[in-house]
């Protein structure tokens, strides 16, 4: 973000005329400097929330796909002791508390980190810091904590609730959130002000191995390790019960690629589930838990026919990427309703050809549309940074600002609609509310971890000095407000758990209220850090 924002103001003291400041800089064409600064705000500012809507749909295809990479089961055979016959089981090769914390905090991040650490390698050679600096990962971590909880505490149907099963996995993950920006504060502040040395660095990003053994250990109970906190009623299996396993599973087109559609563009809360693994146990009592990709008794003709029509789901994908009336929008009485929907479906159908190139979710476990979805939101997240960058020019706006609101919102995008679908489909909140927590501390020990050790290491060889951070000082007051909003946050949830029984959900006028009381936390965060950037307070 440095690097950006150092341009913009460049821009901006480079092209001052009788005391007016105008920008030169341009998003495609030389021309649009020639436009007045109002139309391209009014253009720039439509273009990010074009992005916005990219990066919505591009998060639910991401979701697909660590739904078939998370329910992969590895085969095992035991004999039983006592009738001597072979017991095949299917057991999960994934963690529940690993897959929130790596696949979903590490994939919903992934804009603020892939960014960091191109823009660190763009840096290499200088002496001060690039990339998305911690102000901006401060105002990503507000975004991630109050708009999105305000979200996620209205997903649940009216009256229902969702709880955190699994206290004590929370409560971990909680602690090394918060420690995350402490820990940020000592390298800036107090360790080294102003300079980040290697052994900081280096000790940054291995704070995110220590996370995950300490929440595994927390899973499993490790003594010593853990807190003697017993594990709630979580489910088995996180399966939804308006889920239908009847569906033939050789009906390709419906599994994958009209749900993937469906999920594109509505979210339906009968497409997306992070960690649906279902079970069924036959008459002999071998146990299976099977999975849509690996049907358990299929024939090898089955298996064959099944793998040779993954290039027809991947032609499905582009046929429903150009088809503007869905089957669900032609059950529609009302011609206004249905005129709608295919106007929405024009707007959405450049990100939908384009998303269409991530191959179909049952190549490879899920694996190869994992990593083309995280290319292609690291891609609208550049975009982003781009739009932003161009606002904060033609507006005149403070940089910081920007990055506390249109640039913290939308590189934390993907953060919202995961969490969304997770507070959805999930019947505990412990993803939804641990993606939250764990994006935070992803955001520190590996967005900013990361991009500063690449730097630190090539500084300290090539010029054996430490690397440099610019405004460093201002961080203090943000963090300080960040600190004093989190705990009225935190607060609030706890007491929705001893007073209503759940973090998520509730009755309606409790849940608005929750969400409205969040947001105003969030407000409260970015006018103070804005008004101290800009020199007003």
């Given at each position: 973000m440095a690097s950006i924002l150092n341009q913009t103001q460049e821009l901006q003291q480079s092209s001052k005329v009788l005391g007016h400041v105008r920008c030169e800089s341009y998003f495609l064409f030389s021309g649009e400097s020639n436009l007045s600064d109002a139309l391209r705000a009014v253009l720039y500012f439509l273009g990010l929330a074009y992005c916005f809507i990219g990066l919505s749909a591009i998060t639910?295809?991401?979701?697909?796909?660590?739904?078939?990479?998370?329910?992969?089961?590895?085969?095992?055979?035991?004999?039983?002791?006592?009738?001597?016959?072979?017991?095949?089981?299917?057991?999960?090769?994934?963690?529940?508390?690993?897959?929130?914390?790596?696949?979903?905090?590490?994939?919903?991040?992934?804009?603020q980190i892939s960014l960091a650490t191109i823009d660190a390698f763009r840096n290499m050679g200088e002496r001060y810091a690039g990339g998305l600096g911690p102000g901006t990962l401060v105002g990503s971590a507000a975004f991630d904590l109050f708009p999105i909880h305000a979200v996620c505490v209205l997903m649940p149907k009216a009256g229902e609730l969702k709880k955190i099963s699994d206290l004590g996995v929370w409560l971990v993950e909680l602690v090394w959130s918060f420690w995350a920006y402490i820990w940020l504060y000592i390298i800036l502040e107090v360790w080294s002000p102003n300079v980040v040395t290697l052994v900081e660095a280096l000790l940054t990003v291995l704070q995110y191995g220590l996370l995950l053994v300490h929440a595994y250990a927390q899973d499993k109970r490790w003594p010593y390790?853990?807190?003697?906190?017993?594990?709630?009623?979580?489910?088995?299996?996180?399966?939804?019960?308006?889920?239908?396993?009847?569906?033939?599973?050789?009906?390709?087109?419906?599994?994958?690629?009209?749900?993937?559609?469906?999920?594109?563009?509505?979210?339906?809360?009968?497409?997306?589930?992070?960690?649906?693994?279902?079970?069924?146990?036959?008459?002999?009592?071998?146990?299976?838990?099977?999975?849509?990709?690996?049907?358990?008794?299929?024939?090898?003709?089955?298996?064959?026919?099944?793998?040779?029509?993954?290039?027809?789901?991947?032609?499905?994908?582009?046929?429903?990427?150009?088809?503007?009336?869905?089957?669900?929008?032609?059950?529609?009485?009302?011609?206004?309703?249905?005129?709608?929907?295919?106007?929405?479906?024009?707007?959405?159908?450049?990100?939908?050809?384009?998303?269409?190139?991530?191959?179909?979710?049952?190549?490879?476990?899920?694996?190869?549309?994992?990593?083309?979805?995280?290319?292609?939101?690291?891609?609208?997240?550049?975009?982003?940074?781009?739009?932003?960058?161009?606002?904060?020019c033609v507006t005149g706006v403070n940089p910081y600002v920007i990055a506390f609101t249109a640039l913290a919102a939308g590189t934390s995008w993907p953060d919202l609609v995961a969490s969304k679908i997770a507070a959805e489909r999930q019947l505990t909140a412990d993803s939804a509310i641990a993606n939250i927590t764990c994006s935070n501390s992803v955001n520190i020990y590996v967005g900013i971890g990361v991009p500063w050790l690449i730097n630190t290491v090539y500084n300290?060889?090539?010029?054996?000095?430490?690397?440099?951070?610019?405004?460093?000082?201002?961080?203090?007051?943000?963090?300080?407000?960040?600190?004093?909003?989190?705990?009225?946050?935190?607060?609030?949830?706890?007491?929705?758990?001893?007073?209503?029984?759940?973090?998520?959900?509730?009755?309606?006028?409790?849940?608005?209220?929750?969400s409205i009381y969040f947001m105003l936390l969030w407000v409260v965060f970015v006018v103070l850090s804005s008004l101290k950037v800009s020199g007003i307070i």
């Open positions: 639910a295809r991401f979701f697909k796909s660590m739904e078939n990479v998370v329910k992969h089961s590895r085969k095992v055979v035991s004999v039983d002791p006592v009738t001597k016959a072979q017991v095949i089981t299917y057991k999960k090769v994934w963690n529940f508390t690993i897959a929130d914390i790596s696949l979903l905090a590490f994939g919903t991040s992934f804009p390790l853990s807190l003697p906190m017993s594990r709630g009623d979580r489910p088995e299996e996180w399966v939804p019960e308006e889920i239908d396993t009847s569906k033939d599973d050789n009906d390709v087109h419906d599994v994958y690629s009209d749900a993937a559609q469906r999920a594109v563009e509505s979210g339906n809360r009968n497409i997306v589930d992070i960690f649906s693994i279902h079970s069924a146990t036959n008459d002999a009592g071998i146990t299976y838990h099977t999975v849509a990709d690996t049907p358990v008794g299929s024939s090898t003709s089955k298996r064959m026919a099944k793998n040779a029509t993954v290039f027809d789901i991947w032609k499905q994908q582009f046929v429903d990427a150009i088809t503007l009336e869905t089957s669900e929008s032609k059950k529609i009485d009302s011609i206004y309703l249905r005129i709608a929907k295919s106007f929405w479906q024009l707007v959405l159908a450049p990100w939908k050809i384009v998303f269409a190139f991530v191959p179909p979710c049952n190549i490879a476990h899920g694996w190869i549309a994992f990593i083309c979805s995280l290319l292609f939101i690291s891609g609208v997240a550049f975009v982003v940074t781009r739009f932003t960058d161009l606002i904060s300290y060889f090539a010029y054996r000095e430490p690397l440099y951070i610019e405004n460093a000082k201002g961080l203090s007051f943000s963090l300080l407000i960040f600190f004093a909003t989190s705990v009225g946050c935190i607060v609030v949830l706890v007491l929705r758990r001893l007073i209503i029984g759940a973090e998520l959900g509730g009755p309606r006028l409790w849940a608005w209220l929750t």
